[in-house]
């Protein structure tokens, strides 16, 4: 399976989209959507800059590295929108983590409903709660919920690239979903 255009425009709208290098919180130097040099080609040093058409190439080839590991952390047909949430999740903490995760092992077992309520337990840092983390984890468990096509087994995909003119666009109802979770928390 692939990540969709729902996919992608989650993780754009959550990772954000930077043209030009910049020191993230963590003080990784970071570019495109949430690319770091320690998800490979290209190294980010300081002063870079990217086109969009590289964003969505690298976005790209980053994505491959965490559905391969959603395919092979998970032993269950899940539907687009369960891959593209979990995708998200990988993403954004790691492929290690999302494997050992309690999530994973509940969506095994057929826990589809556990797996959904996992999502709120990734939204620390340093064990405090980070608002933005805990909008991206709703909006994710949104996604894993929401109804699609039949479950399909998932298969590792092979890396693409995007066409310059590509970009990714959200559809009306991840449009919805996205702006409830915009707000700032007070």
Not at 22 to 32: D, E, F, H, K
Not at 44 to 63: K, P, Y
Not at 75 to 80: C, D, I
């Amino acid at each position: 399976m692939k990540t969709s255009t729902v996919g992608r425009s989650l993780i754009t709208e959550f990772e954000g989209l930077r043209l030009t290098a910049y020191r993230c919180s963590a003080n990784v130097l970071t570019i495109g959507v949430g690319h770091t040099s320690a998800a490979g080609a290209p190294k980010v040093v300081a002063g870079m800059t990217i086109t969009r058409a590289e964003a969505d190439a690298i976005l790209s080839r980053d994505l491959a590295k965490f559905e391969r590991a959603v395919a092979a952390a998970v032993n269950v047909p899940v539907n687009q929108n369960q891959f593209d949430a979990l995708v998200s999740l990988a993403f954004n903490i790691g492929d290690g983590a999302f494997t050992r995760s309690t999530l994973v092992k509940r969506l095994n077992a057929g826990d589809f409903q556990g797996a959904a309520e996992q999502f709120a337990a990734w939204n620390k840092v340093n064990r405090k709660a980070v608002a933005g983390l805990t909008r991206r984890r709703a909006a994710e468990a949104k996604l894993f919920r929401t109804a699609f096509a039949a479950p399909v087994a998932i298969t590792p995909s092979v890396p693409t690239s995007v066409a310059p003119e590509a970009k990714p666009t959200a559809p009306g109802f991840l449009s919805a979903l996205l702006s409830l979770f915009r707000r700032k928390a007070v």
